[in-house]
């Protein structure tokens, strides 16, 4: 595993869906970068033996946690602790790119 | 716990020391905004049951992981996989502002 990234290395979108880009991968946790096109989003679900964290690098993303809802630009960060429901759209105009942090990672990928 | 938190709302610099202000914490994992004023450093350590990420925000840090070292700017990122010695240190000019997130959060603190 590479230990120094770029984010700008890892930004990559695709027009089917919302791409889930791996950074960093341990037992413990994982590191992703989610790139989403104006329009696309992560329906909501839920992990209920881990927690994950959104922190917004470009864009703004609408974030459903729990009974919560909010809009978040850059810089933004959100928690979505285990057992919460949680999902992300992109309502637009521009893309979203949200850098995810979870731990641990879920058994099921 | 805020679910939903301002990077800016959590920076804070003191002159005695690089400054750790925490954004979330639950049982898996804590994230952390550091905040290092020019010539503060985190001195190298080891953690060796936590893996570390380190995202930067704002300014620019040298980083030590293992035998490696490489300097980070904006939109750069570094894991510590547990059992390496890390450290971070500002060389200025500009403040250094780094987002930690560290699974599991260390028994010692």
């Known amino acids: 595993m590479e230990k ?40 909501p679900h839920v992990h209920e033996e881990s927690d994950k964290i959104y922190f917004v690098v470009d864009g703004r993303g609408l974030f459903q946690i729990g009974e919560d809802e909010m809009e978040l630009g850059a810089e933004e960060i959100a928690i979505a602790p285990s057992g919460q429901k949680h999902g992300v759209s992109n309502r637009g105009p521009e893309r979203l790119v949200l850098l995810v942090f979870m731990a641990p990672k879920p058994a099921h990928g």
Chains 1, 2 share one sequence.
């Open 4 to 43: 120094f990234r770029k984010i700008s290395d890892a930004t990559r979108f695709a027009p089917e869906k919302m791409q889930k880009n791996n950074l960093f991968k341990t037992e413990r946790m994982y590191c992703d970068l989610y790139c989403f096109e104006p329009g696309q989003v992560q329906a």
